[in-house]
């Protein structure tokens, strides 16, 4: 496996070569953040390519086929287009929270990026609470939209806000169970370790029932959790028209509309770190040959492989079934999830007091 | 008929009686709430279905004439009553009889200006607060300056005045608010995906939880009935077309056998069966259209593609037939306009051939479903007694428990040699709504099977003289729309024009029952309710 | 010069001399190189990207339904992304009879559109009032109340007619002049001080 660290210590040591040690990590910082801006974009705009395409194969229609090859410039052109429409301001808002939240939802998913592992020696920053800073910071996506439904000064606007806000607020416990389940199982917090963890065996194989069980609820809740369908109440279209966005225009609506594709990418993204061995290729104990095919595929394709399958999934899941109610939605989560959750924690504890789980690495500290 | 003449005469000495087509009670304005009620509770009579209440102006006087059908019985009859007063004419209120003569009043006020006393609701129904005239009158002055197009909003008002009388028998004009003072009212619509069209709900919330709504329409009125009193008989078919636009044809249907019944033209067989197999197929078209829309509805933007394949399919057929998509016109006074296209028993054939797969298919992937369930099933119920009292026929009316199929219950056309079932069920659900739309796509597709291979030959049309006059008299008739019963009234003073249309929509009725059945639920319940309905806006408001 | 889009040789367009003579209109006085060539990448995003905005009265609002269906799929050309807020739409395509009481509400759906906004008029109601335009309660044509760009007749129109207009639409939003020069925002202010209401 090509390890990435050996590029960006080279990098580091040739910047440090005629720099002075501030000026090194200032211009580090800025390439850094032009890289993570610009796969951020690409990456919104495959994956709204990517549904419509997808969407369209459920419906048995084709999808955009008409600008670009096969339709690949489409987001493109609406990218161009949202950029340069009009940004409406609206009387009797709060002008600041009005403008201040898409950007906090645009910048929770983008802290989230910083420590997913895109390769191996590919992130942006690894520390011994990776995981743990994941899920504080894809929490703040909720007060952004929160804002925005409350500052739009409309009924529609506010009655999704608070659906979102309930929505999200509870299905949090769900992935933070699920998530902590599968920490005990890999017994650190650090995104590296947990990798490093599956380099015999994916979690999900090795984890025996209660890490597919954490899998199942994962996805559920992940779903939830990027307000998408069947959980799509907060922009339920045929309800609350747009829901909390509902007043939003130009690239503003544009930040909500890429930040729902890319939350996404991080809910399969973390989906992937933690059951499917983030960028580790997929291993099979015994089997040294197939091994060693298996990682000549560059480690990012594996990742960003899995997590678009997984993010398959959830469209799948979006253009399938009808959506929830309110009350029935909470009902899921506090009566079914959250109990069912908890019970897999402890299942998974017993797992591995009594080590009956597959073939884990030991994590080197 | 006699038995019922004589029953009346003896209770009410004041009534006098005329014979059309259906018995026709005259009586006095005083006695119309006993004799409503007598009408409703004595068992032998037993009218308990209010269809419309026909608003007249016979020039000399304003009135309203009430038709009334049954749920047990296949007997019609009409009320008439009438004022002289042009000024201030008030008439009183059935709408405790019938709760659904509140918004049927609320509609001939709107007309014909009539006030009736004991209504809690006297508000426009269509036409807004401010506007001059009522439309329908036959002295109405239709000089556009009076009511100008404004882009400024409409002034609304949020209370009501209604006219009671007190004991000693005078009238007294009251206010009441539609809302309370601190409810939190959300507007859904008119512009809203989900009210199919331009309805708007005034919705009261207590945070998801609805507390009462107030239906407005209007905002597709396009003044049908008025527009009808200028053309000739052919002319006004067309607008048929344009009110229900997935029930085009079976809309048409209806209109021309009420011609054709004042003009005494036989139509020949070969149409009447065409004209059945028309029916049906649209009302295959028209339920799987809903069947998407709802799914679309609840979420499920998918179904909607699926249900619409079939859709397109039929479209196909009558666009090699008729010649258009949507507005075929095809049936026209005295038979059909042309003759069926020379594929068409074939592509029938491979229609029916696919459908119950596809209805398989609708039902593996929608309705089996456990959120489907979850979301449908015990909400919006409406009870049979209520479905009556509403009068909320069609689909939703046979959910409830209601045996109200008109083609059943009052048998036109060829419809009395058929082999159908009347699909009944009786949870009176969203999801009862929903199955029973499921099955009448069977049994409509087991009626085209009866005939496809039967259509015998001869003429398409009968012999119309081409100035239609009809004679001097009224008709009325009820046909089996796609969602519910469709009624035309028509009054006629011998000339080449009608001199009174009324078209009684099934979808006024799917309207006014809404709060009735949504207050207590969630916002979401109101568009799953909503949905299982399937109103169209602008049958209702025509 | 030629307007074209991808699907269509130039010559199958019916009105290719109102194009002409709008694009001779808008480059009266030449064109920058730089403001030119931005103007043509704007101009490209925009023209490929129409979003509706879900607005429909009556019978034309179901072919609308139809066009998005499998059968004719208007995804093909980026128009599925169908907007319920006014405020996130491109273009209106106004699919039905417009009523008195409703024509408040259609002005303000208008106004809340974000710029720029374009109006597709489809349907005989929605040109002139169709049918129902001797009715008491029907606006004769929605051309008095905000600018359309694109008339679709029929009654309703075919969907293939509905992918005609909304390429027409396409066609001249790609003529169109962000900088400099005459542009259409200066047109529509044109439109509302020779449409005076009230």
Known sequence: MFDFSNVTGWIHDLLSSFMADWLVVVTECVLIGLGLLLAYALLALFYIYFERKVCAAFQCRLGPNRVGPFGLLQSFADMFKIL??????????????????????????????????????????????????????????????????????????????????????????????????????????????????????????????????????????????????????????????????????????????????????????????????????????????????????????????????LSFVIIWFKWTFPRLRIDQLLALEWKYLLPINLFNLVLMVLVIVYGLHGPVCPVIE | MATIQEKISKLFPAATFEQADTLQITIPDAQLQSLARTLRDDADLAFDFLVTIVGMDWKDSLGCIYYLASSTHANTLAIKVSTTDRENPMLHSVSEVWTIAEIFEREVYDFFGIVFIGNKDMRRLFLNIDWVGYPLRKDYDTNPDLNPVSIENERQSDGTDMYLENAEGKIEKKHRLIFEKDDFVVNIGPQHPATHGVLRFRTAVDGETIKKIDVYMGYIHRGVEKLCEDLTYPQTLHFMDRLDYFAAHNYHHGLCLCIEKAAGIEVPRRAQVIRVIMDELSRIASHCLFIGTFCMDLGATTMLFYALRVREQILDIMDKTCGARMTFNYDVIGGVMADLDENFVADVKALLAVLPKNIKEYNKIFTGNVITKNRMEGVGVLSKADAIDYSVTGPSGRASGWACDGRKTHPYSIYSELDFEQVVMEEGDSMARFKCRMKEIEESARIIEQLIDNIPAGDICAKVPKVLKLPVGKWFQMVEGCRGVFAVYLESDGSTKPYRLKIAPPCLPLAAVVDHITSGNKIADLITIGGSLDYIVPDMDR | MEVTTKSMPYEAWKDNEYIEKLVQELQENGTNVIVGTFDKLINWGRSNSIWPLTFATSCCGIEFVSLGAARFDMARFGWEVARASPRQADFMMVAGTIVNRMVPVFRRLYDQLAEPKYVIACGGCAISGGPFRKSYHVAKGIGDIVPVDVFVPGCPPRPEAMIYGIMQLSRKIKVEKFFGGVNRQERNQKFFEDHPMD
């Not at chain 1, 529609?156 to 979102?164: D, E, Q, Y």
Request: aromatic share 14%; with cysteine.
């Open chain 1, 84 to 309: 340069i429409k009009e940004l409406i301001s609206l009387k009797h808002t709060d002008k600041l929270l009005f403008a201040l939240a898409p950007y906090l939802v645009i910048a929770a998913s983008m802290l989230a990026f910083a420590v997913l592992p895109w390769g191996k020696g590919l992130q942006i920053i690894d520390f011994n609470i990776g995981i743990f800073f994941l899920i504080a910071v894809s929490s703040i996506g909720v007060l952004g939209i929160l804002l925005a439904g409350w500052s739009s000064n409309n009924k529609f606007t506010l009655i999704g806000a608070l659906r979102s806000g309930a929505q999200m607020v509870s299905y949090e416990l769900s992935i933070g169970l699920s998530v902590i389940t599968m920490v005990a199982f890999a017994g650190t917090m650090s995104v590296t370790g947990i990798v490093e963890a599956q380099s015999e065996c994916w979690f999900i194989f090795s984890g025996h029932i209660p890490a597919i069980i954490a899998f199942i609820i994962y996805m559920i809740a992940g779903t939830a959790e990027t307000n998408r369908g069947p959980f799509d109440l907060p922009e339920a279209e045929s309800e609350l028209t747009a829901g909390y966005h509902t007043e939003y225009s130009g690239i503003h609506f544009g930040f909500f509309y890429l930040a729902e594709y890319l939350n996404l990418f991080i809910v399969a993204g973390v989906a992937t770190l933690l059951f499917f061995g983030g960028w580790m290729p997929l291993h099979i104990p015994g089997w040294e040959g197939f091994n060693d095919v298996m990682n000549y595929i560059p480690t990012p394709i594996w990742f960003i492989g899995k997590a678009v399958v």
